[in-house]
């Protein structure tokens, strides 16, 4: 269940439905405070901050693998539809699929 604070600021704030923070997003381990820091490549502006859960790191990846999931998903929807497409493209389309997938559940970057 959603902390009252959170769930109040999130239905506050409208979702960006068209322009999220373009990936990729890193994952950033602070020992010192304990909270696993989720970023922009190349910004250091911090788009998540995972802290005082289970499975932190699971969190932490799959929050830093959402733009490769978001576009591996628009990708496919794209490109599979179509059978008489390039296969090439939808066998490319697949492949960054599963590296997204990878990515968030801790396989690859």
Not at 34 to 39: D, E, S
Not at 54 to 75: F, G, Q, S, T, V
């Amino acid at each position: 269940m959603m902390p009252k604070k959170l769930e109040n600021d999130v239905r506050r704030k409208p979702a960006s439905r068209t322009h999220p923070t373009p990936g990729p997003w890193n994952i950033i381990d602070r020992p010192v405070s304990g909270a696993i820091q989720i970023v922009p490549s190349g910004t250091g502006l911090r788009i998540a901050t995972v802290t005082n859960c289970d499975n932190e790191n699971d969190n932490a990846r799959l929050i830093a693998a959402a733009p490769d999931l978001l576009a591996a998903c628009k990708a496919l929807l794209t490109h599979l539809p179509d059978p008489k497409g390039d296969r090439e493209i939808r066998e490319m389309a697949i492949d960054d699929a599963r590296a997204a997938i990878a990515k968030a559940q801790g396989g690859a970057e």
